[in-house]
């Protein structure tokens, strides 16, 4: 590979043979960059082999057609032309001139040697907001993005991402889980304390050029990083720790709970926002969303789901089941974060999209919007879904609160379709996927909404792809913190 052929700026990739039809190559080769080879039915295309949206392999995710989809978040790409066919990709993907001469496929290689790196992490755009929140006391890393702007960790266990948006920086994120992937930036210099090395969000090509996830890296000396800021990500509040307790628990479903922590401060957020929460003995830390607004009362109310293996919601109910309300622990709540949050600007209805715990950040938006004035002759609508009744909640909490009651208005679905469970269902929730209610009664009035998701994974994807990918919504008009 790598070899020119004579008087022509073509070089040697792969035999035609060495991929099969309707399938894929990676071309791995130090002389060039990562190519993908694809066979349609006997003809050949080329492509950039790195996902435009996010360092990821291609050829790792699966080719239907035309289209290849990325194993990292499920975009995807037409390599006939390089046009992203489906969000969240939106740059197109490079795609080289093939020429199949003797059984042997070459690609042009003038463009792909006048190529500039396919991702190219660019640094700290326009956002002048840092460098002002040094804290006294023990000297932590500082980190310094390429441009000279620098700030500084304020403790041993603070990420990179808990640092920078503490201090105001416009740094791009979404799930602080090492899910998403947004909080990707480049490590120049120094050293950082991977928590998570098996995170989702980063492929191990993106590793090997020397990416990190600021959510997921703790900084042990000075460091330089590269990172593109956007000013969209400044922090409309910024987060802080806060110790807290247990003040009560209650039990939504067979499987969720609404619980409050007190803390003895104030409590700040947006709508929709979320806290990380961590618990005594227990470094770990799980991002929660409030279902609460705003308070002087100290109240951070999160409605969470006991998952199986589950380090922190497990014990959480471990810490009610020995009646520890009110005792002074070490629970941390760490916040806000998060970009998902009530827009008071726009003059859109509100449709809420949740499924599971996902209905927290949810119930706090409706509870935001319905006590501002501006929202008063918008309508509010939540759609919730579950697999079986058993997991619905919503009215009673919609109804048990006098904000809330008769001014949200309800449709619940289950997706479940054994008879059994069918049978159960009363007359008022609807049947089928969350997203496939909302489709059949809103489809016209749509671009009417802004719109609000949490839940699942693959209940958010399957929204989205509705609304985005079917309907043509702009994706400015849907809102979702990525946990995926
Ligand atoms: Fe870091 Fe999502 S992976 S914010």
Known sequence: MGDLIENKNLVYVCNETDVETNGMLAIEDDQLRPIAVFNLAGVFYATSNICTHNIAI?????????IIECPLHGGS??????????YPCEKPLKTYPVRVSDGKVYIDYDQIS??????????????????????????????????GQAFQVNNNDETVLQSALRAGTAFPYDCSSGGCGNCLFKLEKGEVEDLFPEAPGISNYARKLGYRLACQSIPKVDCTIGVELDVKYTPPVVPQKHAARLKSLKVLTHDMYMITLYAESHVEFMPGQYALISLPNNNAFRAYSMSNISNSMGEWEFIIKRVEGGLVSNLIFELASKDTYNIKMDITVDGPYGNAYLQSNSKKNVLCIAGGAGLSPMISILRGASARPEFDDRQLLL?????????????DIVSEDSR????????????????????????????????????KDL??????YEIYVCGP??????????????HKLPDKQIHFDAFY
Request: proline share 3%.
């Open 383 to 395: 759609y919730y879904g579950g697999r079986a009744e058993r997991d619905l909640c919503v009215e």
């Open 114 to 147: 006048a190529e500039s790196p396919e991702f190219e992490c660019s640094v700290d755009k326009g956002v002048d907001n840092i460098g002002d929140r040094f804290l006294e006391g023990p000297q932590f890393p500082t980190i310094t993005l390429s441009t």
């Open 443 to 448: 489809w016209e009035v749509l671009h009417e």
């Open 404 to 439: 809330l009651k008769g001014r949200v208005k309800v449709v619940s679905a289950v997706s479940e379709s054994s008879t059994d469970v069918l049978n159960k269902i009363s007359g008022e929730v609807r049947r089928g996927y969350i997203h496939e209610v909302v489709e």
């Open 58 to 66: 291609l050829t790792d995710g699966t080719l239907e057609d035309s």
């Open 457 to 470: 994974p693959k209940m958010v994807e399957a929204v989205q792809k509705t609304l985005v990918n079917k």
């Open 77 to 86: 790409f037409d390599i006939k032309t390089g046009e992203a066919a489906s």
